[in-house]
């Protein structure tokens, strides 16, 4: 009476073997779900990565900045750059409407994070102008 049936403990192996299955299943469906979801997370972080080292570089965007003030359609507008720690303020407060068309055709047209953006039209062939870029 106090021996142990083998037919309870084959039984008992039978259903502690589907029970390691089930669980089994449940990691690698959890582990195929996560894999995506760590693909995605890369593709994103590459994402992220190109735009942070394309619009928040300081020294870049700098000296593109000051690459197009020097430009000679620009020189007579007598703009004003301001750096500061996080931004450039340029202004200008007699500026003809060719170098404003060049000034905001590159700077629209460049990766710039512009924060602010005031024209002000002086006349038909004049007007001002106070832009912020920041990185």
Do not use: C
């Amino acid at each position: 009476m106090n021996r142990v049936n083998p037919l309870h403990i084959i039984i008992l192996l039978i259903v502690l073997l589907a029970f390691v299955m089930l669980k089994l299943n449940a990691a690698k469906e959890e582990l195929v779900d996560t894999k995506s979801s760590y693909n995605q997370t890369v593709v994103l972080a590459d994402k992220i990565k190109g735009l942070k080292s394309s619009y928040f570089n300081k020294t870049k965007v700098q000296r593109t900045i000051n690459k197009i003030l020097r430009s000679s359609i620009l020189r007579a507008s007598n703009i004003t750059e301001k750096v500061t720690n996080s931004s450039i303020l340029l202004t200008s407060k007699n500026m003809n409407i060719r170098s404003l068309n060049f000034l905001l055709g590159k700077i629209l047209n460049g990766n710039y994070i512009v924060s602010e953006l005031q024209i002000k039209q002086l006349s038909d062939k004049k007007a001002s102008l106070q832009l912020e870029i920041k990185w």
